[in-house]
C-alpha cells in the first residue's frame, strides 16, 4: 500500500503546473511590471530583515507546498490560497519563526483543515430545496478514492505517503497523539483497500 500515491491518479497532483508562469504572493503576480512586482515586494529592507531570503524560500517551497494543500483540500484553487495565505504568515510572524520549512508546511495543513471546516459549516447552511451540482471528476481513481477519504484520515494518509512523514512527526504536526495517527492511517488504508477490492 506504501505506493498509493505513486499511482497514475496522484501524478497529476504532484505535477500540477500553473496555466501561467506567473506565481501569487500577497496578491500580485510575477508577470505584472511596475514596482508592485513579487521581487520588489519580497526585496524591501523590512521583508528581507524579518525572514531571510523569503523570495529564495519562496521559489523553492512554493510548488511542492501547492502539491501538499491540493492533495489535503482536493482543489488546486484553495490549495494555492492555503499556500499563499501560508506565506503571507510567515512574512507577518517574521523572525519570530525558527524554521521557516516546517512553520510553511504546519500553516499548510492548518489552512486545509480550516477550508474544510468551512465547508462543512457552508454545508450545514446550505438550502436543501437547491440542487447539488456535480462536476466531473479532475483524476483517475486513485484521486477519487483519496477525495472519499475524510479529511483527517487523508490529511494522515498524504502526509505519510506523499510527504513520507514519521508517524510522530504527523502526530506533533496535527496536534494528536501518535496512537491516533496510526489509528486513522490503519482504517483509511483498510478503507482504500475495501473500495479498491469492490471496484
Partial sequence: MRNLLHEPGLELARGVQRSSPSTRLIGVTRDRCGPESIDELLST??????????????????ARLVRLAHLLTGSVAAGEDVVQDA?????????????????????????????????????????????????????????????????????VVVLRYYEDLAVGEIASLLGMREGT?????????TSLKEEIDHA
Fill in 87 to 155: 506565506f503571507v504568515n510567515l512574512q507577518r510572524r517574521g523572525s519570530l519563526v525558527h524554521n521557516p520549512k516546517a512553520y510553511l508546511r504546519q500553516s499548510v495543513v492548518n489552512g486545509a483543515t480550516g477550508f474544510h471546516r468551512r465547508r462543512l459549516i457552508e454545508a450545514r447552511h446550505r438550502d436543501s430545496d437547491h440542487p447539488r451540482v456535480v462536476l466531473a471528476p479532475e483524476v483517475d481513481e486513485t484521486w477519487e478514492l483519496l477525495c472519499r477519504l475524510s479529511p483527517k484520515r487523508r490529511a
Fill in 45 to 62: 529592507d523590512r521583508v528581507a530583515a524579518a525572514v531571510p531570503d523569503l523570495s529564495g524560500l519562496f521559489r523553492s517551497e512554493h
Fill in 181 to 189: 495517527v496510526r489509528s486513522l492511517l490503519h482504517r483509511a488504508l
